[in-house]
């Protein structure tokens, strides 16, 4: 009988343990999934929840969870119930580094609670530990029913033998008794508090805000108001902006230089602290206040301008830029806001190291924010993004194209002569792209030689914007391409647009290149013969000139056919006639 | 009123429930103010004054929206939590005054807290309120107060057996608070030191950094806990690196000065930590100077008066940039400015002074000038240190925040010896927050100059019979006069 009890403590105690064990392993799992994801998205508070289903589970059946941590596991009574090997999200280690070494959840545990601590776990293990510590965490949140224990290296002894005895000399208690009660009972305090003596006080009549203090126990309405006022105006501070405000003022106000030195010193210091800590808001509030700073210190004389000009110019140098590169690379999941209004900030001066930037970058957004900050900054400063032309790495060469592209100065054509010539096919074509936007008429020329571009996607935007623009100088190059034996072994679109190219930029002109084809009898590959003459048709159309319409009418009057049909078609739908439908042609 | 554990018990809550919850807490809260401002008021007023019939009813209107469904509520205080029926009453900064006063009430009479049937009536409340509050009740305990109660029929109303009625228990749990109070203090002290000693040798700043705040925590803790054993501990003298120990008094006063304005916890910790490291710039100062024991020539000011300025720039370089770190910069930039702008350090632009610096900036010289350490080498009286610095409320601090300040350090502070008019000699060892004239004392020795062994008597026990105060302050009586160090009688309770 005895030994059956045992047996059903014993498997009682074991689904405890393994009931523990597994919710610990599913919170384990929680939180090395939610350190991958943003903390808004999902799959974090899905996490979240079904850890509290698994606790709250627990908890209804066997009541409170308590266990001890250890470096790397979590114990019950000597045995071990969670262990973590890796380093990577090892929940124990967690706890452990920060001195909690007992944790327990109690009944009445709620889930909002749950989820707070949940939060505070991901928030030290996301931010590293050195910048936040679990224990102040947990003390801010005033958990009603999560305890924990923790230890802490702190020797009471130590201290107590700061304190020096005194030598205490024997003390005559009676003496002093005798001697006080001589002493004339009423004091000043009494007198400056019941308002009877202002004298005996040492303070005149006129000292009205003595009233304050009359009632020394008790607090009107007009005081308590004061006090909420005081608390109120305190409340909407942004108390680290203060902070800042008052380092600058520091600064300013600094007679001598080596103050000035240790001020600056301090500046940098806070700087890279808050760059560290990705506190972004901060570092543009910052920089706005080195900026007015710096305005001021230009109006006195003296180094202080200077070494200032220096200190505001390394936010964004190479090593601060490098820095938020890292870190826009190590998670897609950044505060971009905060890093774009950091980059709009900037001065022209750390544009090289923009671009620099914009080659390490490794995901698209970041980029687009870097492009976007460089388009702002580079309007005035033209050569230094057309620099980036001569960068070895493609892709840095693409995005500064982009970038003068879209900042759309006629200055950037310069540099894209080089551009058009680089190897590269995605760097040619944003070239081509570019030019389009930077271009007036008369410099579309230099996409001359690019009708001829190996890629045909080039060719097809070369031929493309000489036609929208009727650009005659392209016609000889593009009648020269359309005689050449190059132009049958091209597809249908690019002979296509070929053609519409040659009627625009030739007019009248284009009409005997064009009047070849659509006559040309052709034995082989009739139909695809028959599509370039079609071709040829349409484009006759685009030149809209009497000749032109001859050559249209005189297509129709042959007989019925595709290509009379076509000719008719756009002789309808322009609301002309032919002279004689069935007329033979040549 | 729906059964606690229901709410409390993790299941998952519904939004309407988690509405609910805290309406709960709410009234709970309302009422357990409203049972503070009843027997408050029943201590300055005769039973019949409209004023006390008011207070009843409103208390009586809230005894009736809370017992709902329910026949009976009590308000209890268990470890020095207040539970309404089973629930834990989660108390605000705010109504910290009211939880403390029911506290310290049910304590005396020797019970845990008082149920009150859904059949109360005004005329039972009025009754039992005005009985509650007498001084000269010598009845304690539940069951004897019970008893006392149906004497004079007031059914409805009972009182609820103390688990701690055990005397010795009591003495048991006071002196572990005061351990507890000891050991927090002395590590914020232990902090202080790493942290201002280790700045010098740029050692492991963050680990200092996460390590101050929890030391503040604690700090704020114990107050909250029992103010009295932490203010007490301010009183020690004699540590052999005294801005240490100045920082964490200055600290504790600020705290406990927070604690009464109201302010959040994550505002109280910030206000701690910025008070724990006003003097941050003194690590700059030479030991030589600060340890000088004549009085300052003005080369000596000079360098001083360096410190606000430096102490907010190396506070910028040891520490994290965040909330606490910018609070500490402002105070310890400003701890010297006076409410009036005037002050140093000097700056070209003109800042508004910071309340957290015109807290700190008060506590601050309210601890140096009661130590005798830096404005003047002697340790000034206490009477006449409250009195120098009302008098400079116009100037030099801001009236209102010293009003509370003085609220909570009292007419005769901790430490204070006083001459009582029965001719015995008596140490402040608590401030009373409903009377500060009326502290709690141990008697040193009795009218002849024997030393006595006497527990702490409180001056607001009253003679009914006679219509008077048993003990009354005489004055207050300069322990450096006679050569008595205070912090040997602290550290021996």
């Known amino acids: ?586 | 009123m729906t059964q606690p554990e229901a709410i409390n018990s993790g299941v998952q809550l519904s939004d309407a429930e988690k509405r609910e919850i805290a309406n709960l807490q709410a009234l709970g809260r309302d009422l357990a103010t409203q049972l503070y401002v009843c027997l408050k008021t029943a201590s300055f007023y005769d039973p019949r004054n409209d004023n006390f019939k008011k207070q009843i009813s409103k208390f009586l209107d809230l005894l009736h929206v809370a017992t709902d469904h329910e026949s009976h509520l009590s308000i209890t205080d268990v470890d020095g939590y207040l539970f309404l029926n089973d629930q834990r009453l989660k108390i605000k900064l705010d109504g910290y005054l009211a939880a403390k006063y029911l506290q310290s009430q049910f304590e005396n009479l020797g019970v845990a807290g008082m149920e009150f049937s859904v059949k109360t009536e005004l005329e039972e409340l009025e009754k039992a309120f005005s009985q509650v509050v007498r001084s000269d009740l010598k009845v304690r305990n539940a069951e004897n107060l019970n008893d006392y109660f149906r004497g004079l029929e007031i059914k409805n109303i009972k009182f609820i057996p103390s688990l701690t009625i055990d005397d010795c228990r009591d003495d048991d749990d006071d002196e572990s608070e005061r351990t507890s109070a000891k050991k927090t203090f002395f590590q914020a002290l232990s902090v202080v030191q790493q942290v201002m000693g280790g700045f010098a040798q740029q050692k492991k700043r963050n680990t200092n950094f996460f390590k101050a705040k929890r030391a503040i925590h604690g700090i704020i803790d114990e107050i909250i806990k029992n103010e009295s054993y932490m203010l007490e501990l301010t009183v020690l003298r004699n540590y052999d690196q005294y801005t240490y120990k100045h920082s964490v008094n200055v600290s504790v006063f600020a705290v406990a000065l927070g604690i009464r304005l109201g302010l959040s916890k994550a505002r109280l910790a910030e206000l701690g930590f910025a008070a724990l490291f006003h003097d941050f710039g003194k690590t700059r100062i030479p030991i030589d100077l600060l340890n000088k024991p004549e009085s300052f020539n003005a080369l000596d000011w000079s360098k001083m008066h360096e410190h606000p300025i430096y102490g907010a720039k190396a506070l910028a370089q040891a520490f994290p940039m965040d909330s606490h770190t910018a609070r500490a910069m402002l105070v310890a930039f400003e701890h010297h400015k006076n409410i009036d702008g005037t002050g140093y350090p000097y700056i070209n632009r003109a800042r508004p002074m910071n309340l957290f610096s015109r807290i700190v900036s008060m506590c601050d010289y309210f601890d140096a000038v009661t130590s005798g350490r830096v404005y003047s080498k002697k340790p000034m009286p206490l009477d006449q240190v409250i009195m120098q610095m009302i008098k400079q409320a116009k100037v030099k601090f801001d009236p209102y925040l010293l009003k509370v300040l003085i609220n909570i350090i009292g007419i005769y502070p901790v430490g204070s010896l006083l001459l009582l008019d029965t001719g015995e000699l008596a140490l402040v060892v608590a401030n009373n927050m409903n009377d500060i004239f009326r502290p709690d004392v141990r008697i040193l020795a009795d009218t002849r100059g024997k030393k006595e062994q006497t527990p702490v008597v409180q001056l607001t026990e009253y003679d009914r019979e006679n219509e008077k105060y048993v003990r009354n302050v005489v004055h207050l009586v300069d322990p450096e006069k006679y050569g008595i160090d205070i912090s040997e009688y602290i550290l021996e309770s």
């Open chain 1, 1 to 586: 009988m005895q030994t059956d009890t045992k047996v059903i403590e014993e498997q009682a105690e074991r689904e405890i343990y393994e009931g523990l064990s597994d919710f610990l392993n599913v919170f384990s799992k929680g939180i090395k999934t939610s350190l991958i994801y943003p903390p808004d998205n999902p799959i974090p508070r899905e996490f979240k929840k079904s850890c509290w289903n698994k606790l709250h589970q627990h908890i209804q059946e066997f009541g409170l969870i308590e266990f001890e941590v250890h470096a790397s596991s979590f114990m019950l009574n000597g045995e071990t119930i969670h262990e973590s090997r890796t380093r990577e999200g090892n929940l124990p280690h967690v706890l452990h580094r920060d001195g909690i070494r007992r944790l327990m959840f109690k009944e009445t545990i709620t889930q909002i609670e749950w989820e707070q601590f949940f939060d505070d776990i991901l928030t030290v293990m996301r931010a590293g530990e050195d910048y936040e510590d679990l224990v102040n965490l947990f003390w801010q949140r005033d958990f009603g029913s999560i305890d924990y224990d923790v230890v802490e290296d702190f020797s009471l002894a130590e201290i107590e033998d700061g304190f020096s005895a005194p030598e205490q000399q024997e003390v005559e208690y009676s003496e002093i008794i005798l001697s006080e009660s001589q002493v004339e009972t009423k004091n000043a305090l009494d007198a400056l508090l019941d308002g009877s003596e202002k004298e005996l006080a040492g303070l005149s009549e006129d000292d009205d805000f003595l009233g304050i203090f009359r009632n020394i126990q008790e607090f009107g309405p007009s005081e308590k108001a004061y006090l909420e006022d005081l608390m109120a105006a305190d409340g909407e501070l942004i108390i680290e902006f203060e902070s800042i405000e008052l380092l600058l003022d520091i600064l300013l106000s600094e007679d001598e230089l080596g103050n000035f030195d240790e001020s600056l010193l301090t500046l940098d210091n806070m700087f890279d602290k808050m760059l560290d800590s990705e506190q972004f808001p901060l570092l543009v509030y910052l920089i706005q206040g080195m900026k007015k700073c710096y305005a001021e210190l230009q109006k006195k004389s003296g180094p202080r301008a200077d070494k200032f000009k220096d200190s505001l110019a390394r936010v964004g140098d190479r090593i601060r830029i490098s820095r938020i590169t890292n870190l826009l690379n190590s998670s897609e999941w950044q505060d971009f806001d905060g890093i774009r209004l950091y980059l709009e900030e900037l001065e022209w001066k750390s544009m090289p190291s923009l671009i620099w930037m914009l080659g390490e970058l490794n995901n698209f957004p970041a980029r687009k924010m870097v492009i976007e900050a460089l388009i702002n900054k580079g309007r005035d400063r033209i050569e230094i993004i057309g620099n980036a032309i001569h960068d070895s790495r493609w892709y840095v060469v693409r995005n500064a194209v982009l970038i003068l592209g879209e900042i759309g100065d006629n200055k950037g054509l310069s540099y894209m002569r080089k551009a058009l010539e680089h190897f590269d096919e995605r760097v040619r074509w944003e070239a081509v792209v570019a030019v389009e936007k930077l271009a007036s008429k008369s410099d579309l020329k230099i996409l001359i030689p690019y009708l001829k571009d190996e890629s045909e996607r080039i060719r097809h935007k070369v031929i493309e914007m000489f036609s929208q623009n009727r650009y005659d100088p392209a016609f000889e190059a593009i009648q020269e391409i359309v005689k050449s034996s190059q132009f049958n072994g091209m597809g249908f679109e690019e002979q296509k647009n070929l053609l519409k190219a040659l009627a625009f930029t030739g007019g009248d002109n284009a009409l005997p290149v064009l009047k070849k084809i659509v006559k040309k009898r052709s034995f082989f590959s009739a139909r695809a013969s028959q599509k370039k003459k079609e071709a040829a048709v349409l484009a006759i159309s685009l030149i809209e000139t009497e000749d032109a319409w001859k050559l249209i009418e005189e297509a129709a009057n042959k007989k019925k056919g595709p290509l009379a049909n076509l000719a008719q078609l756009i002789l309808d739908k322009k609301g002309r006639v032919a002279a004689d439908r069935n007329t033979e042609g040549d």
